[in-house]
């Protein structure tokens, strides 16, 4: 299995793009501006998509692809793109961009019986088997409804925990796989603790809380995402700080990264 990062910061800027990242050649998992680094024979090979939460930088560029994407799709009888999310999530996406005034509906274009893309609702535990991959929706703590997810094809778990802040019950759950790449968010630094926490999200001081979770004698690479253009360079001196041993074996995630697992 492989694992593409096609975006991995928290805001934009020259070089930054948002979350999303390329599972094989045929799913993505959230919709983040990389995904405008595609090419479109890319874009059209993915079948699924599955989201973390409905924030703009994780969906943004999900309904531009889709119109990049329809002719061929169709050209090609490839069905439906399936997008999988929370119900809350999919709810806000029919409400706030596929209303047919910030975005077309694709889920009813060309025809309500056969459109371009299908919702599919998801709950936190439940486990999807797409593609020959095993994706597990892991629980978040954030400001809307959220997941992490867990993928594997077969050996270790790749897992990525989304935006969050806190979450006894993520460590709980990944506590029981066999880990081979852990992608964490932190998307401020501690200077800013108090919106990282009004935002329910995390900054090293709570980052070094989370990973004492981590079972004992489990080891595994630990990558940094989300981080704020503007804050990254701090954030990372503020991790190394709290973790100057090593006890941890933490990374930063870059775009292009890709994991093979």
């Excluded at 509906?105 to 709950?123: C, E, G, K, M, Y």
């Excluded at 460590?171 to 992608?183: D, G, M, Q, T, Y």
């Excluded at 004698?217 to 253009?229: A, D, V």
């Excluded at 503020?238 to 090593?246: A, M």
Aim: glycine share 8%; aromatic share 6%; hydrophobic share 50%.
């Amino acid at each position: 299995m492989r694992i593409r990062v096609l975006g991995c910061s928290g805001a934009i800027a020259q070089g930054c793009r948002t979350t999303s990242f390329l599972i094989d050649d045929d799913v993505l998992i959230d919709a983040g501006t990389g995904v405008g680094d595609l090419t479109l024979d890319e874009m059209a090979r993915v079948g699924d998509v599955l989201l973390t939460h409905s924030h703009l930088d994780h969906v943004a560029a999900l309904p531009l692809m889709l119109d990049a994407v329809a002719a061929r799709r169709m050209a090609q009888g490839l069905g439906p793109i399936r997008v999988h999310a929370l119900p809350e999530t999919i709810a806000a996406l029919k409400a706030h961009v596929f209303n047919g005034v910030i975005w077309p509906d694709f889920s009813a274009i060309p025809r309500a019986d056969a459109p371009l893309i299908v919702f599919v609702a998801l709950q936190v535990g439940q486990r999807l088997f797409l593609a020959g991959k095993q994706i597990e929706a892991l629980p978040a703590v954030h400001t809307v409804p959220a997941v992490g997810y867990a993928v594997s094809a077969g050996a270790g778990h790749w897992v990525f925990s989304g935006d969050t802040e806190r979450n006894p019950a993520f460590w709980a759950r990944i506590n029981e796989l066999a880990v081979s790449h852990l992608v964490i968010e932190t998307a401020f630094s501690d200077r800013e603790q108090a919106i990282a926490q009004r935002s329910l999200h995390l900054a090293p001081a709570t980052l070094a809380q989370e990973l004492a979770q981590i079972a004992i004698g489990c080891q595994y690479p630990i990558y940094i995402t989300h981080t704020k253009p503007a804050e990254t360079g701090l954030i990372v001196d503020e991790i190394r700080r709290f973790d100057g041993e090593p006890r941890h074996d933490i990374r930063w995630l870059t775009t292009g990264d890709v994991f093979e697992v």
